[in-house]
Structures are given as C-alpha cells and as structure tokens.
C-alpha cells in the first residue's frame, strides 16, 4: 500500500473467461512483481518485470500472461488456460533488489 | 534450490510476554532477508529488512537478527499486544539479485 492500488479487490470469473487484475504505482519503482496465495502454499511468483516493455515468466507462468507498457502498471490477465484460477492474487513493487512492497491484494473466485 | 523454513506454524502467547519467531533457509549465499506481516485478507505490510551484510535490524519493539552462517533469521517482538495478531511471513532474496523466496508463514495469536 501507500502508493500501490490493485484493482479489483473482489472479482468472479465464469469458466472460460478470460479476467484482467490491475496493479498500479506512484513509487516510480523500476521493478513489479505478480504473486498468487493459496491456503497452506505461501506466496508463488507468476511474473516479474525489471523495466518496462521487459517481464519474465515466474514459478507458475502457466495459463497468466502480463504486460508492461508503462513503469507504473503491470496488469495481469488470467486467461482460461489457467484450471484453478481460484485464489489471493498480490501485486508488489521493488527498486532494484531492495526493499519489496506489496499492494492490498484481488481476490478471485471461479464461479 | 533455496528453501525457507518458518517453525512453528502458529504461536498462541497471552499478552505482555516478548516472543520469537523464527526463520530458515538452506542455501547462505542470501542478498537479503526481509520480515512481512499479514493481516487476514489483506496485503503484505515490510516490517524489516536485512542486508547480508548486517547483523541485525530494529524498529519499535520488533528486532530481526541474521546469521547467514547458520542460515538463521528470528524475529523478536517485545511486549506483545493483540494488535500483534497476525501471520508473519519472512522472504530470502538470493546473491544474484534474484526472486524473493518465502516462507510459509508463522500465524501469531496474542491474548489479553
């Protein structure tokens, strides 16, 4: 927070659908990173991005797919490829490789 | 493959007593280490970072120390509140500038 917004804070997904998550930031912090939480399995990285018009696949990339047009959006679609898209998506931020800062966080729910 | 270990995996203290949480990892060669906490249903709040090279990291009455030797990081809270109640989770960032690696997480519960 203080300066990372992500968007929406709750979002349902048909099956099939292809759903996009916002993460926005005022920090002017060079790297953004997508995380996905699930109970009992800790933070898993998707994708991350040094610099803009630049990202790479994370852990779990599978069935995810980013962009980054601009240094203060990162947007994260999860397309239908992704089977158990049900969970707490965190957006975060870093200058470099120090401090990482996390946003409110989406949850998403498959109905 | 770095792994990051955090035991035990919920703590239940009455309120007023100083506690220790603590943190592994498998693999020394660490850039940094950093300390999260997490309210249910909300974001990760930074609460400190270490830098390989330093020892230790204060703020208010929470202390993080490191050996990088041991591969050993704890986190000390003095003085515990309810309003300490919540999961803390502490990430390892490996020497090549690379991904953060967390733990599982320590879920604290801090009774009045």
């Known amino acids: 927070d203080g300066g990372i917004t992500q968007s929406p804070k709750y979002l349902f997904r048909k099956e099939g659908q292809n759903v996009t998550l916002s993460c926005e930031q005022n920090?002017?912090?060079?790297?953004m990173y997508w995380y996905r939480q699930d109970p009992g399995q800790g933070l898993r990285l998707i994708y991350y991005s040094q610099i803009v018009n630049d990202f790479q696949k994370g852990d779990i990339a599978e069935g995810y797919s980013v962009s980054r047009e601009k240094k203060e959006s990162f947007p994260l679609t999860v397309t239908s490829a992704q089977k158990n898209p049900t969970a707490f998506y965190l957006c975060a931020i870093s200058q470099g490789v120090n401090e990482q800062f996390f946003g409110p966080g989406t949850r998403l729910t498959v109905l | 493959k770095q792994e990051v270990t955090q035991i035990p995996a919920a703590l239940s203290v009455p309120e007023g007593e100083n506690l220790v949480l603590n943190c592994s990892f498998t693999?020394?060669?660490?850039?940094?280490l950093q300390w999260f906490r997490q309210d249910p249903g909300k974001g990760l709040t930074s609460l400190l970072l270490i830098q390989s090279s330093q020892r230790e990291q204060t703020s208010g009455r929470l202390n993080a120390s490191l050996d990088k030797s041991s591969g050993r990081s704890t986190l000390y809270i003095a003085a515990s509140q309810p309003g300490d109640s919540a999961t803390y989770l502490c990430a390892v960032r490996g020497n090549q500038g690379g991904k953060l690696i967390f733990g599982q997480g320590t879920e604290l519960s801090v009774k009045p």
């Open positions: 920090l002017n912090h060079d790297a």
């Open positions: 693999d020394s060669a660490i850039y940094n």
